[in-house]
């Protein structure tokens, strides 16, 4: 049974609350609610129809194709938005496409996915995230059952860490374009962010499959080996992504990563070097910075760091490097001012992605350098309830218990953990002494062995 309630609010909106209830339970099975103004309230029979073959998964009522005011504009944004660096050019398409092209809940999806993924090339810029939300809800009250509109929906979902919601949304997108790479590569990160390794794979291969010129679909699926700490993996598929869009700064930020990880410094820095040569961001600065610091030169490291944190948007990632640099430094004061931010950061970023193991286990990493050894303890042991898989998680644990001067703890993650996260540790000068340890090495050649 489906119920409407229309309410006038101020003789300027139309407020649409519908209920779609189960005849003989009486339960809600879903609520839809949304505020028109005079204008659009000839949408609303479509949308409230949305509403009812989304949760039903029927076929949808179709809406009209863009139109061929607009049409240039769309396809154009659509080309541009594949590429990361692309996306000034889409937005300013779709922009155009939408005055174009008012009705279309196609326009503003498009827009507001352009502005979403601007929101996060800018490092989660909330402005982007809000622009992306308002033109969200402009399709969703024209018709929330397309599947670029599921799309969005389910980015927005994601960032705002509700995975489920997520996941449930790409399904429903893929169920009405079953031949959409995007959709898919949408669902493994949210899979991934969820932690469910094993179904973000598939999907990304998937993704592969149907989108073999996408180099976003290689470099998520390349970003999910890195999380699990097989990182020659992830470089293979970094190189592809790379060998499908050379002039990408993102993707030879990408690479860089894993090469770092594996060791390979030299090649590592020339990858940074490119991005940064294709684009100055704080990203690849702040990387080209811990580079140095893994070859032990922490002094010129400070200012690669310093500058990222200066163009910002600040990371607290970022804040506990810099810490570390300067404290390996002797810069002891400006050590202590660094590693209190990150953990401000870090503690204020736990609270928003509760689930985050990763996250809990650098608020330890940064309580431990802080002396607060207690909340240090406590952080890291749910950290590793929470996340007892992720690479990052298991690296931040064995480096906190080696700054608790708890070596036993440290060796007993480490042995639980994937060879490429031992592999990498021996790059890092904080834990030099725990990996001379005949203990480690040890564990590392056994390892080796499999």
């Known amino acids: 049974v489906l119920r409407v309630v229309f309410d006038r609010r101020s003789g300027v909106t139309t407020n649409v609350r519908a209920f779609l209830t189960e005849a003989h339970s009486g339960?809600?099975?879903?609520?839809?609610?949304?505020?028109?103004?005079?204008?659009?309230?000839?949408?609303?029979?479509?949308?409230?129809?949305?509403?009812?073959?989304?949760?039903?998964?029927?076929?949808?009522?179709?809406?009209?194709?863009?139109?061929?005011?607009?049409?240039?504009?769309?396809?154009?944004?659509?080309?541009?938005?594949?590429?990361?660096?692309?996306?000034?050019?889409?937005?300013?398409?779709?922009?155009?496409?939408?005055?174009?092209?008012?009705?279309?809940?196609?326009?503003?999806?498009a827009l507001a996915e352009a502005q979403w993924i601007k929101y996060h090339n800018t490092g989660n810029d909330k402005g982007w995230l809000d622009r992306a939300t308002e033109s969200a809800r402009q399709a969703e009250i024209r018709n929330p059952d397309r599947a670029e509109v599921h799309r969005i929906a389910g980015l927005l979902n994601k960032t705002r860490g509700w995975y489920e919601q997520a996941v449930a949304e790409y399904l429903r997108a893929i169920e009405?374009?079953?031949?959409?790479?995007?959709?898919?590569?949408?669902?493994?990160?949210?899979?991934?962010?969820?932690?469910?390794?094993?179904?973000?794979?598939?999907?990304?291969?998937?993704?592969?499959?149907?989108?073999?010129?996408?180099?976003?679909n290689f470099r998520s699926l390349g970003f999910l080996y890195y999380k699990r700490g097989n990182y020659d993996a992830a470089a293979t598929y970094f190189r592809q992504a790379v060998a499908l869009a050379p002039d990408e700064?993102?993707?030879?930020?990408?690479?860089?990563?894993?090469?770092?990880?594996?060791?390979?410094?030299?090649?590592?820095?020339?990858?940074?070097?490119?991005?940064?040569?294709?684009?100055?961001?704080?990203?690849?600065?702040?990387?080209?910075?811990?580079?140095?610091?893994?070859?032990?030169?922490?002094?010129?490291?400070?200012?690669?760091?310093?500058?990222?944190?200066?163009?910002?948007?600040?990371?607290?990632?970022?804040?506990?490097?810099?810490?570390?640099?300067?404290?390996?430094?002797?810069?002891?004061?400006?050590s202590n001012e660094a590693y209190r931010k990150g953990f401000d950061m870090a503690e204020a970023e736990?609270?928003?992605?509760?689930?985050?193991?990763?996250?809990?286990a650098?608020?330890?990493?940064?309580?431990?350098?802080?002396?607060?050894?207690?909340?240090?303890?406590?952080?890291?042991?749910e950290a590793l309830e929470l996340s007892p898989n992720d690479s990052d998680t298991r690296w931040a644990a064995a480096t906190?218990?080696?700054?608790?001067?708890?070596?036993?703890?440290?060796l007993s993650v480490l042995a639980a953990s994937p060879a490429g996260v031992l592999k990498e540790l021996r790059h890092w000068p904080d834990v030099a002494d725990l990996c001379q340890d005949s203990r480690f090495l040890q564990l590392l050649a056994s390892k080796a062995e499999k």
Not at 254 to 277: D, H, M, P, V, Y
Not at 310 to 334: F, Q, V
Request: hydrophobic content about 40%; charged content about 25%.
């Open 27 to 109: 339960v809600n099975a879903k609520e839809w609610d949304a505020d028109y103004k005079p204008e659009q309230t000839r949408y609303a029979p479509t949308a409230l129809a949305g509403m009812v073959t989304a949760e039903l998964h029927l076929s949808p009522v179709e809406s009209p194709p863009v139109n061929g005011a607009a049409r240039k504009e769309y396809l154009e944004g659509l080309a541009d938005m594949r590429r990361d660096s692309g996306v000034d050019s889409a937005l300013n398409h779709f922009a155009k496409a939408v005055v174009a092209d008012l009705d279309s809940p196609l326009t503003h999806a």
């Open 176 to 216: 009405l374009d079953p031949a959409n790479g995007d959709a898919f590569r949408f669902l493994g990160d949210a899979y991934l962010s969820d932690n469910q390794f094993e179904k973000a794979e598939a999907v990304f291969l998937k993704a592969i499959e149907l989108d073999p010129r996408q180099y976003k």
């Open 249 to 334: 700064p993102r993707i030879h930020f990408s690479l860089s990563t894993a090469l770092s990880n594996l060791g390979q410094f030299e090649a590592a820095e020339n990858e940074l070097r490119w991005s940064i040569r294709l684009q100055e961001t704080p990203v690849a600065l702040h990387a080209l910075g811990l580079v140095l610091m893994m070859q032990g030169k922490d002094r010129k490291a400070i200012p690669y760091i310093s500058k990222a944190l200066e163009i910002g948007p600040e990371e607290y990632l970022w804040w506990m490097n810099l810490g570390t640099a300067c404290r390996r430094a002797g810069l002891k004061s400006r």
């Open 350 to 360: 736990m609270i928003r992605a509760p689930r985050s193991g990763t996250v809990r």
């Open 362 to 381: 650098y608020v330890a990493y940064l309580a431990a350098q802080l002396r607060d050894r207690r909340r240090a303890e406590s952080e890291i042991a």
């Open 400 to 410: 906190t218990y080696e700054a608790l001067g708890r070596r036993g703890d440290a």
